[in-house]
């Protein structure tokens, strides 16, 4: 298996299985990330494939300073935050259609514990913008500080966008 | 009187001050309402930390494997790499050892995977190493015809246009944005369909490497898209400006894409003897018939 260093090492003297065992431990990890960052599998896998290319290309630069997993989900997070950024301009107009939707659409209240695919699906149908706020703060653990640095908005604008998707989800998993 | 909802969340989160958190404590005793918002909050924070990673699909690593092989041999020509005839005997030792690279196979310095199923010995002979190159030039042509497609993004209504592949549109008059809407789909909606008659044609013509039963659900799946593909289509043509339907129908051809990507993985998995992989493979595509 090798350790990170070496895995590196081999990987820039043109080893792909090196690059496969790199893939294998950290895809899920990041694939889970960009899944969600993204709102929807098809283009998690899209990105997930970007992340990797950009990594092969990229790792001259790992220097071994942090772990590589800590690089890579780093990249990845790069990567995803391009990506929505690129969507910004599609936000405000995706936001209203799809509040207007959740509006239309109270569930009945369900007393079931929250199945985790019911969240995916839930978290996956957030308005843009309070669900990367979400999966940042509430998934992945960010404070509201750093949520705001990594989305280029204020703190207050973080804890709010965060506080809607939790009212959003709690509708849309039926507990109003 | 009722807390407000963000002090709630700040309860939920444990960043509210010691005097806050007493005043919320004293109302949810007393409150239905607000108790009920609170185990809600908590439930779903609950759900959202026990949330499992998602395992991607087993195209990704294919299609990655060959996007680095072929830039790592960027300076072969790329029709070259294509070519289909060369695969059965006379390749030279420099040819032979590029296919290795190309079609996932290490060398024996590395040694831990061959192409050869189960363990066979290397004089297997001739045929072994046919189905090796073919497997690379399949896999390498699939790869080709993707590239057409992967980062495709039509973005409706007047976002970023496309990451690749279709001319961006420049900033245009509100006036004609919906013209300017249409001809990125028709754009888009070229490129799907150039991507997919190239997987379509590869997929087809190494169909009979595939058992009867997964060609079976491979053409059930693909008949469900092509159906769903004509539903949104028609959609798009009687409401060209409609968002939900130019996004239905560029999730169809993506799945589509998807699908016949599936395909050619599993045929390459197949003739590389790799039966986990093709087993992995063949249980996506079961989930998804289901």
Same mark, same amino acid.
């Given at each position: ?19 496969? &065992? ?9 694939? &889970?990330?960009?899944c969600r960052m993204a709102g929807s599998p098809e283009d ?22 942090? &772990? ?12 995803? =935050?391009?990506y929505v950024?690129?969507r910004r301009a599609k936000m405000n107009k995706l936001t209203s259609a799809i509040e207007g939707e959740i509006a239309c659409e109270p569930a ?10 019911d969240l995916e699906r839930a978290v996956e149908r957030l308005p843009e913008g309070c669900r990367e706020a979400f999966v940042?703060?509430d ?12 989305l ?5 604008t973080?804890?709010s966008q965060v506080f809607k998707a939790r009212m959003k989800l709690r509708a849309l998993l039926g507990k109003p | ?35 009920? =918002? ?6 779903i ?32 020509? %790329? ?44 004089? &297997? ?20 015809? =993707?590239?057409?497609? %992967?980062?495709?993004?039509?973005m409706p209504s007047g976002g ?11 900033? %245009? ?68 400006a409609s968002e939900p339907a130019q996004q239905s129908?560029l999730e ?7 699908? =016949? ?30």
């Amino acid at each position: 298996m090798g350790s990170a260093e070496d895995l590196v090492a081999r990987c820039q003297a043109g080893d792909v299985e090196a690059f496969e &065992t790199i893939y294998r431990q950290h895809a899920s990890r990041l694939y &889970t990330l960009a899944c969600r960052m993204a709102g929807s599998p098809e283009d998690g896998e899209d990105l997930l494939q970007e992340i990797f290319l950009q990594a092969y290309r990229k790792l001259g630069s790992f220097k071994g300073d942090a &772990t590589l997993g800590t690089w890579l989900y780093r990249l990845a997070l790069n990567h995803c =935050l391009d990506y929505v950024r690129s969507r910004r301009a599609k936000m405000n107009k995706l936001t209203s259609a799809i509040e207007g939707e959740i509006a239309c659409e109270p569930a009945a209240r369900r007393e079931t514990p929250i199945a985790r695919l019911d969240l995916e699906r839930a978290v996956e149908r957030l308005p843009e913008g309070c669900r990367e706020a979400f999966v940042l703060h509430d998934v992945e653990g960010f404070d509201h500080k750093e949520v705001g640095r990594l989305l280029g908005i204020a703190e207050g604008t973080s804890k709010s966008q965060v506080f809607k998707a939790r009212m959003k989800l709690r509708a849309l998993l039926g507990k109003p | 009187m009722h807390p407000n909802e963000d002090a709630i969340h700040a309860y939920v989160d444990g960043s509210l001050g010691a005097a806050e958190r007493t005043g919320i404590d004293r109302h949810v005793a007393s409150c239905a309402s607000c108790r009920q =918002l609170l185990e809600d909050l908590r439930e779903i924070l609950r759900a959202a930390k026990a949330l499992e990673l998602r395992e991607p699909p087993a195209r990704v690593w294919s299609r990655l494997e060959r996007a680095i092989t072929l830039e790592r041999d960027d300076a072969e020509p %790329v029709a070259r790499r294509l070519q289909p005839s060369g695969m059965a005997s006379d390749t030279g030792p420099a040819e032979a050892g590029h296919d290795r690279r190309a079609s996932g196979a290490r060398g024996p310095a590395s040694g831990a995977r061959t192409l050869q199923p189960s363990g066979t010995a290397s004089d &297997t002979g001739r045929a072994e190493a046919g189905h090796d190159r073919r497997a690379t030039w399949l896999a390498a042509a699939a790869a080709v015809v =993707l590239a057409t497609a %992967v980062g495709l993004r039509f973005m409706p209504s007047g976002g970023e246009s496309v990451r690749s592949g279709a001319p961006a549109t420049t900033t %245009v008059a509100e006036g004609d944005r919906a013209e300017s809407v249409e001809t990125e789909l028709r754009q888009a909606e070229a490129h799907y369909e150039k991507a997919i008659k190239g997987l379509e044609q590869i997929a087809s013509a190494e169909r009979n490497a595939l058992d009867p039963r997964t060609a079976a659900t491979l053409q059930r799946n693909l008949a469900v898209i092509d159906q769903a593909i004509t539903e949104s289509r028609a959609a798009v043509r009687s409401e060209p400006a409609s968002e939900p339907a130019q996004q239905s129908l560029l999730e169809n051809f993506k799945s589509k894409i998807a699908l =016949l990507q599936d395909t050619v993985a599993l045929i390459n998995e197949m003739r590389k003897g790799n039966e986990a992989g093709a087993a992995r493979i063949v249980s996506g595509l079961k989930q998804k018939g289901d």
